[in-house]
């Protein structure tokens, strides 16, 4: 499969050190079909989940791992799934909101600090619009337009101007113009209408995109903003794609993940070399970044110490490489160490990397070096997410 066509690929590959450009000129603007983070809009269906289940995190009612796709219940309505470190969100179709899993931060929302081994709805509004799981916090829309995050504050993650932790989602300031939300291990990104771009949280490695190091318990604009398709929010690192379809990386950098040829971080946004063909909601790991380029090919890059990348090897990779089998993608999510994706074709599911949990849906626990398909298993979706060993479906 090619980048692109001739010279044109060539040139590119050869070219994917990027040079680093202000912020100024980068404006994005939400996409409603975007996914963010570990939030995604999904047919509504089945819920299935495989992989670490210590603190319940796979909502099936116990804590043992599964290294094989296992029914969340009966519902048949759920719509968006989020996986967080070790617990995991889901909008239903009638907007109500459920978590399960670990509650040592108070995560779930559910005004305590009991884990939950089976999802419980987080009040009784019915107006959720999305939710995004990070480490051990998330953070939500409601159809209003309107912001809430809970759980941990430690790094100020929660948006609310100080580092005291919530046991229940507490709204982010009084704005109702927020499109959407996506959440890493400690920092959060969101965006608000008039193509404004706001982070806040841990930036100890830049990942707010603000140009220093420096934490922010308030959402900070990140520069002036022009129009772009997604964004999304790894372990430390932040990824989007605006609309004339370039890719843009910044923040930790320790493995490669942001694909600019080396491993300094970045405080500011930094293209991703010049390539114009990225597809929108790049997906991005602990430490590692995939993406879909020109329709349906895949690359990835960054960590790969676990085969999490799909190359074969467990080789580190600084800049993107292609991930060939099978040649064809129509989404792909990260994990914490792992990565899955759907191909274009019947809705199989592949899954590769590190498989300790069983979070590779493969029924062992042995890593895989190269995407491994899961036998007699097809998918609508398929989510993790950059602090998770498990993995959510929607079928």
């Known amino acids: 499969m090619r980048w692109l066509i001739g010279v044109v690929a060539c040139a590119v590959l050869a070219g994917v050190l990027s040079v680093e450009k202000g912020f100024a000129a980068f404006r994005a603007t939400t996409s409603s079909t975007g996914t963010w983070a570990s939030a995604a809009s999904y047919s509504n269906g089945n819920l299935t989940s495989w992989g670490q289940n210590s603190s319940g995190q796979l909502g099936i009612g116990n804590t043992v791992d599964k290294s094989s796709p296992v029914n969340v219940g009966s519902v048949t309505t759920w719509a968006r799934p989020a996986a967080g470190g070790a617990f995991a969100c889901a909008v239903r179709t009638g907007g109500t909101l459920w978590c399960w899993g670990d509650n040592s931060s108070g995560q779930l929302g559910l005004g305590d600090l009991v ?89 100890s490695s830049g990942q707010l995109g603000l140009g220093n190091a420096i934490n922010r318990r308030l959402p900070a604009q990140v520069g002036v903003v022009g129009p772009s398709e997604s964004i999304s929010a790894g372990g430390a690192h932040t990824c989007a794609v605006r609309v004339s379809r370039t890719l843009w990386c910044w923040g930790n950098n320790s493995s490669g993940q942001l694909g600019l040829g080396d491993t300094g971080n970045r405080l500011s946004p930094v293209q991703v070399g010049s390539l114009e063909t990225w597809e929108e909601s790049p997906a991005l790991g602990g430490a590692h970044t995939c993406a879909r380029q020109a329709g349906t090919n895949l690359w990835c890059w960054g960590d790969n110490s676990s085969g999490q990348l799909g190359l074969g090897d467990t080789t580190n990779r600084t800049s993107p490489v292609q991930v060939t089998t099978p040649n064809t993608w129509s989404s792909v999510t990260a994990g914490a160490a792992h990565t899955c994706g759907k191909g274009t074709t019947g809705g199989t599911v592949w899954c590769w990397g590190n498989n300790t949990y069983g979070q590779l849906g493969l029924g062992d626990h042995v890593n895989r070096k190269t995407p491994a398909q899961l036998s007699g298993f097809s998918s609508v979706s398929v989510v993790t997410g950059p602090t998770a060993f498990m993995t959510l479906a929607t079928s």
């Open 115 to 203: 884990n939950r081994t089976a999802p419980a709805q987080v009040g009784t509004a019915t107006t959720w619009s999305l939710v995004s799981a990070g480490g051990k916090f998330a953070c939500a829309v409601r159809t209003d337009g309107t912001l809430w995050c809970w759980g941990d504050n430690s790094s100020g993650q929660l948006g609310l101007g100080d580092l005291v932790n919530r046991t229940s989602p507490a709204q982010v300031g009084t704005f109702t113009t927020w499109q959407s939300v996506t959440t890493g291990k400690a920092h959060a990104c969101g965006w608000r209408t008039g193509n404004t771009l706001f982070c806040w949280g841990d930036n």
